[in-house]
């Protein structure tokens, strides 16, 4: 009869030979009290993890927020062009329920796409005139054209994409990767978020910091927001009047007393103290490097775009989520938002496009050019689809299209997923998946296994349940591994 | 090999005492079962495999044979050579250890005892157990503790230094720490009841309340804005306050519980009582357009029962949502009838875009209360001088005869006129009449007749006006967009809408603006809403003039981004300015010369409502309310006339006033409460079979004969006899000053959860809290003047070996302080806190575009920081504005929740991000330099020593020991050369903070100590209760 057997109290001489590797995500060192797991004194990653051998090293989600139209880019659909302005039959609706935005609307018309598809690449993988360079990229990609969601409004989906659970509450995928697997760089965190800021026009959706949250994780897991004006990360800089030579005096001066303290008082924590004010001071270093673009050649900077230069700018973020690949960093996630086009589509979504589909190619070029595709898992999409009927007036040169969670588009590239491979069918009105249906758990789990995780056996015990990213559900998605 | 090893099962012989005793059923064998087994075999009947269930003794001795392992299929099972039929089957998240399959196998040859689980059952008052050191104990709890540590071959610490232990009950009982004087009192004290005479003032402190407020407001999910997608801003503070004040009277445990969740039902129910039932609107709500009210209703009655049990019952319910829960006796049809409990409020779906959500509080001071009493008689002295009968008697007469007295329309220099009432001719008689471009026009129901729509895609050609020379224009309209858009206009002149602002006092509205010629001519205040308003606007030879409603504004002017020519057709719809005109137009003028203000009047005001009396046969409720508005301001005599418009002013009052008082959201039952339905797979789009309120099988049944409603729920909550509130509650308090609770997992008592450390302490205190009538303070008391509380927290490398989190009590508590503290700490240290109790929330410094990066834009609230000045930046970390979507930057570094979901238990952390706050968030700068600016002008005289001990002790209440005082002197040495060579830098490091440095002092040696200072708040023991 001994409570200590469910304390784990074997694991506490691990903990202390692994404290000066200590880092934020991966390896931050959740206090004493919260953690009752093994981990690799290395990586802080869970012993025994990865699961199986990963292909991919590290992810980097490029969130397409607000939730990107299938019909206007790659679900191609030439039979709507008959049926322009003709209302959406009942037989492909089934009943099935719509937002609050379009529920009050006398008619649903069929608004076909107004741009031009056409087959690229050597795959003849269907894209729209909006995405030109995305387009010249396609071999490198597998888009699924039958991803589909529980939820229709945006928090619920974007939550729902990002925990696996549509209410807050839940940790994000980044933070399940990082308390699995640790971080490979001792300097950086192991999941950093990039929010890019809002361009011209398209002002949208709001985010919200659960996106890349703990969850009932241990905060330390949560994603690092390196952020788009002032310090990237939070108090980063020395204030005014500090040099770097009296941050390092005052440091030291703070561990010798620490230390001092560690010894009359015995309490390892203050270990892990000294520990995380040094990793802090190494940041300040290693964080300003990686900011530091003035080393990439030109040719970076032509790739990406003119944008490129403008810190916080989506093509920004896409050289920066490079540059933090490079450096080991485990899971990177980019936010940008505009996708929401529920009116003036045509033009804001050519917007949109002209934005975001140059640095994103130039990503996967680039990420391919170093021999970082192969096990980097690049993921683009947002939180689900619009609607085939009209939002608002139809008229021949405009329309607005509505949330679909039913079937939309998402493309991976890298990290073990097939080149230049198109996955799953929908229906003539792109309203109903006919093949190969994704569920939003299925990618998940997919991910995870290119992580060299089985979505099954990462769990995290909170309230008596054995909570998982995937909850109870997921499929891997097995057809477009390589 | 690769599975994940969970430890939290893992028995490791001889770590402690082993005595070979019989196998513990309740401690070691059903967390086994219930982790590994119920899953599949478990409460829920839905998902049971093999027909087995081992979470009843009647189910289990189906594969047992008490005596027998070997015999028994259960034991065959988990130890099956056979990798494929072994129990758990691999698709389990867990796999058993040697050491649990021998720990069953020994448990069946026993006899396979069976007991229910711990917590089902009432707490049995023990007797505290005899112990060998019989002098150690203070109090009771000092027996069980010290009788568990004899029995382990432990024995206890000492008591800690009386400094050490001062800062450590201050810390608990207040979050603050002892100042210098009461530190001094308390060692000079040598009276043998010295620390309870301490403890007992802080249990007076009004900060008391603050520091047992705060577990409670993460319990409660507290925060100030509604969270989800919008996340704009609400006003729950006056019920933080209450929760405050509730603890700062002892408001027994029973009654803190009955108000908060149902003191709105309480018989005659006082404002504080319904204020307290503010608990359960805590929780999120969602504005987010396009969504379905009905998702989110569901939503937050599911919240309500999980915030609810897991705060007084540490039950996981929220597991028995989609289906009968896997681990505890909680079935789903259960779940929903204590769903019922709380699906009775009077609430909307989609609510919370102008501050708080229905049903709210309004909590006017006495001084409102007064004022509102006032004006109500005055309106109703008003009211009764305007007899309906006789004004409606004579509005009916001035409207029969309205031919006779319409005035002429303001005639002279009129150009084109569309009254817009179906077509868009030209009723002035020139013949210029519009024509619609691209779209169609809709006409719907204006204030006056009918009136023009446009949808954002039509676009209208009116007359030509050349702008630069004299003219006016006079319409009606009305925006559907809350971006600014273009009325109408040409090439060079445009009168337009600015975007949407929110205003105090929770509303939206836009401004007007005239572009010309490179300028701008805005109104000053806003003016025009989502309503119809009309407009009136004339050129002279010195610029615009403007009326809305017929009354002049007041115009600012500015440059503009509109010039060129200003002589083409009017147009209304124009894709290229940057969007179409959405919304309303009507009745709209064009003169070629300046109106005179009377004639603005004229035309906005007496002209449409004349017209408008001449309809009769089809007038909407609008234009009723509008005419009868008019005929009372306008055209009846006196007295009538006088109190009407006395009757306006008055009312307009009684708004502004209403306006200004603070409101607080809280529980209050429908006139026609929703039905419970069984929501199958949890979906709101399932409803099942109905079901009235109730509560699960497992747990004591409500009283025969009382009504099904929360007041019931709350009082069966508090039943002395009750399994699970009182330890829910006194292991809270323990987990508050030892950092882990008796019961380790705060949040879960249920199968899964851990089992007590000490279950008979545990017990005991659950008594105790019932017996003193639940007497919150005297149970503070109770545990912190306890032996085991007062003992040092000093570790040997072989006790810490021994017990790394220190379940046993072999020693004091050693923790990180909590997010709010670590501020409080720095702030009190430096004498810059300002210890104002209660209020709005505040925003102190935070780094720019931490909100604005993710929010929505500035059409609802609280989506730009806007910091705070003055004595607000010095508040306690627990006021700070706590804004889901972005929590609180540098309080959410130390572990703060976002308060989206009820919090049981912080995670404890240590990253450098933490490191990084401390070292540079401009609140502990200031605070070091504070702190320096404190000791050297609090002791002008003394030596340097003298004021690093002071510094040092003002942040740590010890002095530092002769070894610390070499590092610290060094320090300070080289960060005074430092500074005598960077005079520059030493400015700018203590011009950092909005409180000034203190000038008599010199900036390089101020610059040198507020380092010294810094390098005190960062040390580990200034951010640890010790």
Known sequence: MNPFDELGLAITRRHFFGLGRLGIGGAALASLMAETVERDPKTHGLTGLPHFPAKAKRVILLHQSGGPSQLDLFDYKPQLTKRQGTELPDSIRMGQRITGMTSGQSSLPVASSRFQFTQCGQAGTWCSQLLPYTSKVLDEITVIKTVHTEAINHDPAITFFQSGSQQPGRPSMGAWVSYGLGSENENLPAFVVLVSQQHSLNVDQPLFSRLWGPGFLPSSYQGVKFRSGGDPVLFLSDPAGIEKDTRRQMLDAVNKLNQIKREAYGDPEIDARISQYEMAYRMQTSVPELMDLSKEPDSTFEMYGPEVRKRGSYAANCLLARRLAERGVRFIQLYHRGWDQHNDLPRDLALQCRGTDQPTAALIQDLKQRGLLEDTLVVWGGEFGRTVYCQGKLTEANYGRDHHPRNFCMWLAGGGTKRGFTLGETDDFSYNITQDPVHVHDLQATILHCLGIDHKRLTYKFQGRHFRLTDVHGELVKPILA | ?1026
């Open chain 2, 1 to 1026: 090999m690769h599975s994940q090893r969970f430890l939290f099962l893992v028995a490791v012989p001889g770590l402690f005492a082993q005595t070979p005793h019989k196998v513990d059923f309740a401690r070691q064998v059903h967390p086994i079962l219930s982790d590994a087994c119920f899953a599949c075999h478990g409460p829920d009947d839905a998902q049971r495999k093999a027909n087995l269930r081992l979470d009843t003794r009647e189910g289990a001795l189906k594969v047992i044979k008490p005596g027998d392992a070997a015999a028994s299929r259960l034991y065959q099972r988990v130890s099956h050579a056979k990798k494929a039929l072994r129990m758990p089957p691999p698709v389990s998240p867990v796999t058993l250890t040697d050491a649990q399959v021998d720990t069953l196998k020994r448990w069946i040859n026993e006899g396979a005892e069976w007991k229910t689980h711990w917590s089902y059952a009432p707490p049995k008052r023990p007797a505290a157990p005899e112990v060998k050191l019989k002098n150690w104990p203070k109090n009771d709890i000092d027996r069980f503790v010290l009788a568990r540590l004899e029995k382990e071959g432990l024995a206890p610490s000492p008591e800690a230094e009386k400094a050490t232990l001062l800062r450590r009950v201050s810390l608990d009982l207040t979050g603050l720490p002892p100042d210098p004087a009461e530190l001094e009192a308390f060692l000079k004290d040598k009276s043998p009841d010295a620390y309870e005479k301490v403890v007992d003032r802080l249990l007076a402190s009004p900060h008391y309340g603050e520091r047992m407020a705060m577990p409670w407001l993460d319990l409660a999910r507290y925060a100030d804005t509604h969270g989800y997608h919008i996340d704009s801003h609400r006003v729950m503070w006056p019920w933080r306050d209450w929760v405050i004040g509730a603890y700062n009277k002892n408001l027994p445990f029973d009654q803190f519980t009955i108000w908060q969740l149902a003191g709105d039902l309480l018989p005659d129910a006082t404002v504080e009582q319904k204020l307290a039932s503010g608990f359960n609107r805590n929780h999120m709500i969602n504005y987010e357009g396009g969504a379905i009210p009905e998702e989110y209703l569901a939503e937050y009655v599911v919240d309500r029962v999980e915030a609810t049990s897991t705060t007084w019952l540490a039950a996981t319910m929220g597991c028995a949502r989609c289906h009968d829960h896997k681990y505890d006796p909680i079935k789903q049809k259960e779940f929903y009838q204590f769903f019922a409990f709380f699906n009775t409020v009077d609430e909307k779906g989609l609510d919370g875009r102008y501050g708080n959500a229905d049903p709210f509080l309004p909590l006017p001071s006495p001084e409102q209360k007064r004022e509102q009493d006032e004006l109500k008689q005055a309106i109703e002295a008003r009211e009764k001088v305007l007899d309906e009968k006789e004004t409606g008697r004579r509005q009916e007469e001035w409207e029969r005869d309205w031919q006779n007295r319409i005035p002429e329309p303001v005639g002279g220099g009129l150009l084109a006129w569309y009254e817009l009432d179906g077509n868009t001719s030209d009723v002035s008689g020139h013949f210029h009449h519009a024509r619609v471009r691209r779209g169609d026009l809709t006409y719907s129901n204006g204030p006056t007749g009918r009136a023009a729509e446009f949808d954002g895609e039509t676009l209208v050609e009116f007359a030509p006006l050349d702008a630069s020379k004299p003219f006016s224009l006079a319409f009606q309209f009305r925006s559907s967009r809350k971006e600014g858009q273009v009325i109408l206009g040409n090439e060079g002149f445009r009168v337009a809408v600015d975007n949407t602002i929110v205003l105090p006092r929770l509303k939206r509205g836009q401004k007007l603006a005239v572009y010309y010629g490179g300028r701008v001519w805005r109104t000053r205040e806003v003016l025009v809403n989502g309503d119809t308003h009309h407009v009136t606007i004339a050129r002279g030879g010195d610029g615009f003039k403007l009326w809305v409603e017929g009354k002049p504004a007041e115009l600012e002017t500015s440059e503009g981004a509109v010039s060129g020519r200003a002589d083409g057709p009017l147009v209304t719809g124009n894709r290229d300015w940057p969007m179409a005109w959405k919304g309303r137009l009507d009745d709209l003028r064009i003169y070629a010369r300046q109106l005179a203000p009377a004639e603005a009047g004229q035309v906005a005001v007496h002209y449409p409502m004349e017209r408008l009396a001449g309809i009769t046969a089809k007038r909407t409720k609008e234009q009723n309310e509008r005419l009868r508005d008019y005929f009372l301001l306008n055209v009846i005599p006196d007295p009538y006339r006088q109190a009407y418009t006395e009757l306006k002013q008055l009312k307009a009052k009684q708004e502004a006033l209403d306006n200004s008082i603070t409101t607080v959201m809280v529980m209050k039952e429908a006139a026609k409460p929703r039905e419970t339905h069984v929501l199958a797979r949890g979906d709101y789009q399932q409803p099942r079979e109905k079901v009235e309120p109730g509560i699960p099988a497992a747990w004591p049944p409500l009283p025969s004969g009382a009504p099904r409603n929360r007041l019931t729920l709350a009082r069966w909550l508090v039943d002395p006899e009750h399994p699970l509130t009182s330890r829910v509650a006194v292991n809270r308090y323990w987990q508050m000053y030892f950092g882990t609770g008796l019961v380790k997992t705060t949040e879960d008592f249920g199968s899964q959860g851990e089992q007590p450390s000490h279950p008979e302490l545990l017990d005991w205190l659950a008594t105790e809290f019932v017996r003193t009538g639940w007497d919150i303070k005297a149970m503070q008391r109770l545990l912190v003047t306890s032996a085991t509380y007062r003992q040092s927290s000093r570790v040997t490398p072989a006790l810490h070996e021994r017990d790394p989190e220190n379940r046993l009590l072999a020693r004091g508590p050693r923790f990180r302080i909590q997010a709010e503290m670590v501020r409080d700490n720095a702030l009190a240290a430096s004498g810059l806190l300002n210890g104002a109790i209660g209020g709005p929330s505040v925003l102190p410094y935070q780094p720019a575009g931490i909100w604005e990066e993710i929010a929505y834009g500035d059409v609802f609230t609280s989506q730009t920081y806007v910091q705070d000045h003055g004595d607000k930046l010095y508040r306690r970390g627990m006021y700070t504005f706590w804004k889901r979507t972005a929590p609180p930057a540098t309080l959410n570094t130390f572990d703060a929740p976002d308060r989206e979901k009820c919090t049981a238990r912080r995670p404890v952390t240590n990253t450098p991000l933490q490191a990084l706050a401390l070292l540079n968030d401009p609140t502990f700068i200031e605070a070091s330099r504070a702190l320096a600016q404190r000791v050297l002008t609090g002791l002008p005289k003394a030596s340097a020593d003298a004021h690093i001990r002071r510094a040092f002790l003002l942040a740590t209440a010890r002095v530092p020991n002769r070894q610390e005082m070499q590092v610290l002197r060094t320090t300070l040495k080289r960060q005074m050369e430092t500074y005598s060579r960077d005079g520059e830098g030493a400015k700018k490091l203590v011009a950092i903070g909005e409180s000034p440095a203190d000038s008599n002092l010199d900036v390089k040696k101020l610059a040198a100590w507020t380092n010294l200072c810094s390098v005190i708040l960062n040390l580990d023991e200034t951010v640890t209760k010790e």
